[in-house]
């Protein structure tokens, strides 16, 4: 059974950056979309980004395209998201979370997630 474990959350200024990782195990990493998601209070959950397959496609939401980019290790089954120019509004959980196949914005088409790991951005 396949599972999901994000790390690298934490607060950061205005501007700042964080990288997110998320470590993967029990199903072929490479063959799956992998995506990040995130959730404010009182918000529904966004894709903020995805990588299917082996990097060949990736989308970034619109609020964060020039900002974000998400990386994946096939060896090491880990998937990235290096954040910069962070926002307030970039403040959420963030989630990692896989399906096997292609891409969907929607958050119920994915099959595994990680816990999530809190970004906040304070000004």
């Known amino acids: 059974q396949g599972s999901l474990m994000e790390s690298g959350g934490g607060s950061v200024e205005v501007g700042g950056s964080l990288r997110l990782s998320c470590a993967a195990s029990?199903?072929?990493?490479?063959?799956?979309?992998m995506a990040w998601f995130r959730q404010a209070p009182g918000k529904e959950r966004e894709r903020v980004a995805s990588?299917?397959?082996?990097?060949?496609?990736?989308h970034y939401g619109d609020s964060v395209k020039g900002r974000f980019t998400i990386s994946q290790d096939n060896a090491k089954n880990i998937l990235y998201l290096d954040m910069n120019s962070l926002k307030p509004e970039d403040s959420a959980v963030y989630y990692c979370?896989?399906?096997?196949?292609?891409?969907?914005?929607?958050?119920?088409?994915?099959?595994?997630w990680g816990q999530g790991t809190q970004v906040t951005v304070s000004s």
């Open positions: 979370a896989a399906r096997g196949g292609s891409c969907f914005t929607e958050s119920r088409w994915y099959n595994y």
């Open positions: 990588i299917y397959p082996r990097g060949l496609n990736i």
């Open positions: 029990g199903y072929p990493f490479s063959d799956y979309c």
